[in-house]
């Protein structure tokens, strides 16, 4: 299959296993995602989603979240992991949106990028997410699965992204990242790989990566797999 072809049969197997894919981050407008998605750097949606409803009780905009100092939002959201860093850039932000926007979470990339704790990907999941504008935020799923379905050379995030919005329609980015997400997931983890399960891999992937599996699995005949 050529690169198009592969993208095309992604979209076809991911739409009929995922017609639905609801963001895994609990939130209740942009303000809310915006801190979710911060938190949930290096740790699990799961954990966020334990986590945030303490916060939010607390504070579920900018303007209340400033009353909390940094070290009464570091201990609430101390399970995330990298509670200093969070905590402070949960402050910064708020005091930036308070300054500079009402109090409101802008519909603008370039700003969101320039809040504390805010990188490219968090950005563009609020703009695609929050706003519904086109975006395709790269994680390490979908960095693993592009590049393990030979989509990209993996080379890093930044590569994905471009190789993803070149080959993927742009009306279809939203809803995609999120797919791939569910079944990076689901069927084809970092560890523990299995192609019996991994339909698309076993399908479109990389020859090095399934041989490198058939190669663990000696007993497997792959050949019957795709009948």
Request: hydrophobic share 40%; charged share 25%; glycine share 6%.
């Amino acid at each position: 299959m050529t690169k198009n072809e592969k993208a095309k049969y992604v979209m076809d197997k991911l739409d009929a296993l995922y017609p639905v894919v609801p963001v895994a981050l609990d939130h209740v407008d942009s303000y809310t995602l915006l801190v979710a998605v911060l938190l949930s750097a290096q740790c699990t949606d799961k954990r966020v989603n334990l986590v945030t409803p303490h916060l939010f009780a607390r504070a579920d905009n900018p303007y209340d979240m400033v009353k909390l100092s940094v070290e009464e939002i570091r201990e609430i959201i101390r399970p995330c992991g990298l509670s200093p860093a969070k905590s402070k850039g949960i402050f910064g932000l708020s005091q930036m949106l308070i300054a500079d926007q009402n109090g409101e979470v802008p519909a603008d990339m370039e700003y969101l990028e320039t809040l504390p704790g805010v990188g490219h990907k968090t950005a563009s999941v609020v703009m695609s997410q929050a706003f519904g504008i086109p975006a395709f935020p790269v994680d390490t799923h979908i960095h693993r699965l592009m590049t393990r379905w030979g989509l990209t050379t993996g080379k890093n995030v930044v590569k994905t992204e471009e190789d993803a919005k070149r080959l993927f329609p742009k009306s279809s980015w939203n809803k995609l990242h999120l797919q791939i997400i569910y079944y990076g997931r689901e069927y084809s983890p970092a560890r523990g790989m299995d192609l019996r399960k991994d339909l698309i891999t076993r399908t479109i992937g990389r020859k090095r990566v399934i041989a490198e599996w058939l190669k663990k699995n000696p007993t497997v005949d792959f050949s019957e797999l795709n009948n």
